[in-house]
C-alpha cells in the first residue's frame, strides 16, 4: 500500500522557519517525483515545489522562490521542505505527493501537515 | 502564475452530464498536454482523476473524461451520481517547468 505521511507542521512564528518531512512506502521511491502542494484551510489548491526522482530538476512556485528549499533522500524514502522566512500567507495544510513525472503534481497524497505561521 | 480559471459551481440531476471549463494561456493550457484533474471530498485529500488532460488512471469512472481546445480545458462528468459531489481542481504544466492550479469548482448533485 502507497504511504506517504507528513510531518514538522506546527504553530511558528512570522520570519521563523520549519522542516517539513514526508516518509514515504509502498513503492520504489526512487522511480517517482516528489512534490509539495498546500491548502489553505477551505480554500484552492497551491503547488509549492517537485523535483525529479535524482533531483536533476528542482522547481518552485514564485511565491516560495528563495524562501523554500525541496529535497530528498531516496535512501531512507523521504522528502523534505525547509522553509524559512515565513509569512503569514504560508500558513497552510502541506501535502507531499508522488507522480511519475513533473507535469502532474501528485497521483496520490499524503494526508497533510498543518503549518500556522502567527505572532 | 496566476490560477487557472474555473467556475465556482456547477450542478446538475442524477444520471445527467455536467462540464467544467478550465480556462489558461498559450503558456500553461494551451501550451502543453499536461493538464490534471483532481476530485476533493471535504477533509480529504485530493484524487487524480484525469492527466495528460485525456488519460484516466486506474479504478477511475469511465464516466469521467477530459478535453482541451486552445487554451481551455474541460472535464465532463457522465451519467452524474451522487458521490461526485465535492469540489474538483484543474492542473496544468506551465512554463519554467512549474505548475498551476484552478481556482476549483464545487459541484452539487441536485
Known amino acids: 500500500e502507497v504511504r506517504l505521511v507528513e510531518s514538522g507542521g506546527g504553530l511558528v512564528q512570522p520570519g521563523r522557519s520549519l522542516r517539513l518531512s514526508c516518509a514515504a512506502s509502498g513503492f520504489t521511491f526512487d522511480d517517482y517525483a516528489m512534490h509539495w502542494v498546500r491548502q489553505v484551510p477551505g480554500k484552492g489548491l497551491e503547488w509549492v515545489s517537485g523535483l525529479t526522482w535524482n533531483s536533476g530538476l528542482i522547481v518552485y512556485a514564485d511565491s516560495v522562490k528563495g524562501r523554500f528549499t525541496i529535497s530528498r533522500d531516496n535512501a531512507r524514502s523521504s522528502l523534505s521542505l525547509q522553509m524559512t522566512s515565513l509569512r503569514p500567507e504560508d500558513t497552510a495544510l502541506y501535502y507531499c505527493?508522488?507522480?511519475?513525472?513533473?507535469?502532474?503534481?501528485?497521483?496520490?497524497w499524503g494526508q497533510g501537515t498543518l503549518v500556522a505561521v502567527s505572532s | 502564475q496566476s490560477a487557472l480559471t474555473q467556475p465556482a459551481s456547477v450542478s446538475g440531476s442524477p444520471g445527467q452530464s455536467i462540464t467544467i471549463s478550465c480556462g489558461g494561456t498559450r503558456n500553461d493550457v494551451g501550451g502543453y498536454d499536461y493538464v490534471s484533474w483532481y476530485q476533493q471530498h471535504p477533509g480529504k485529500a485530493p484524487k487524480l482523476i484525469i492527466y495528460d488532460v485525456i488519460y484516466r488512471p486506474s479504478g477511475v469512472s469511465d464516466r469521467f473524461s477530459g478535453s482541451k481546445s486552445g487554451n481551455t480545458a474541460s472535464l465532463t462528468i457522465s451519467g452524474l451520481q451522487a458521490e461526485d459531489e465535492g469540489e474538483y481542481y484543474c492542473n496544468s504544466y506551465s512554463s519554467a517547468s512549474t505548475n498551476v492550479f484552478g481556482t476549483g469548482t464545487k459541484v452539487s448533485v441536485l
Open positions: 505527493t508522488r507522480s511519475t513525472k513533473l507535469t502532474i503534481p501528485g497521483d496520490r
